[in-house]
Each structure stands twice: as structure tokens, then as C-alpha cells.
């Protein structure tokens, strides 16, 4: 089982990012897709999740309207698309998997404690 998460980088306040998770060896398809992140010296926070049908997508306060996710289950690749990013969004984020009872769920979870796979997390650092 594993959780690629890439796409992170140095970049300025304002600009735009976007990481992908690919996922192996497990059926991507009976999982939501979560994403937290971390800041140094912070507790982990979730930031945004997605259901296994795509069609439930969430975000937490601190990044609705700049942050979007969606997956490409023939790809077995999700995506956090992040644009007008400010330096409070500098953290390691992290893409981890929930099992669903069902391929046509809308639900995702908040809390980490449901995420049963996780990715090794990938650096972005908002900075001018």
C-alpha cells in the first residue's frame, strides 16, 4: 500500500501549487481521499477530503474558496489544487485514505483517526 504525495515547493505569497497523491497497491476507489497538513510546532489539521464518488468535496474554513480537490480514479492520482496561497499555509501536507462503505458515498472524514493509509507527506513553503 502506498500514498505518493508530490507536488510541493517554494512559492510566493499569492501563487498557486498543486499536489497530486497517487496511490498503490489498494483499490483507491473504496476510499475517500483526505488531506492535513503541518505546520512546525503545530498539531496535524485536516485541511480538505474528498468522498469515494467524487462528488462530496470539503475544506476547512481557513482555506475554502482558494483550495479545490478532486481525484482521477482511472489514474489512481487525486489532487489538491491550491491558488492564493499565503504564507499560513506553509506546512508538510499529508493525502491519506479512508475506506467507505461505498463507491457512491458523498461522506468524508475530519478526523485523522479515520485515515487508515497514509502518504509521507510533501514540503510547501509560502514565502517572498
Known amino acids: 500500500v502506498q500514498l505518493q504525495a508530490s507536488g510541493g515547493g517554494l512559492v510566493q505569497p499569492g501563487g498557486s501549487l498543486r499536489l497530486s497523491c497517487e496511490t498503490s497497491?489498494?483499490?483507491?476507489?473504496?476510499?475517500?481521499i483526505g488531506w492535513f497538513r503541518q505546520a512546525p510546532q503545530t498539531e496535524r489539521e485536516w485541511a480538505s477530503c474528498?468522498?469515494?464518488?467524487?462528488?462530496?468535496?470539503y475544506y476547512a474554513d481557513s482555506v475554502k474558496g482558494r483550495f479545490t480537490t478532486s481525484r482521477d480514479n482511472a489514474r489512481n492520482t487525486m489532487y489538491l489544487q491550491m491558488n492564493s496561497l499565503k504564507p499560513e499555509d506553509t506546512a508538510v501536507y499529508y493525502c491519506?485514505?479512508?475506506?467507505?462503505?461505498?463507491?457512491?458515498?458523498?461522506?468524508?472524514?475530519?478526523?485523522?483517526?479515520?485515515?487508515?493509509?497514509w502518504g509521507q507527506g510533501t514540503d510547501v513553503t509560502v514565502s517572498s
Open positions: 497497491g489498494f483499490t483507491s476507489e473504496d476510499y475517500a
Open positions: 491519506a485514505a479512508d475506506r467507505r462503505s461505498s463507491r457512491r458515498d458523498r461522506g468524508c472524514s475530519e478526523v485523522d483517526y479515520s485515515y487508515v493509509y
Open positions: 474528498i468522498s469515494t464518488s467524487g462528488l462530496g468535496t
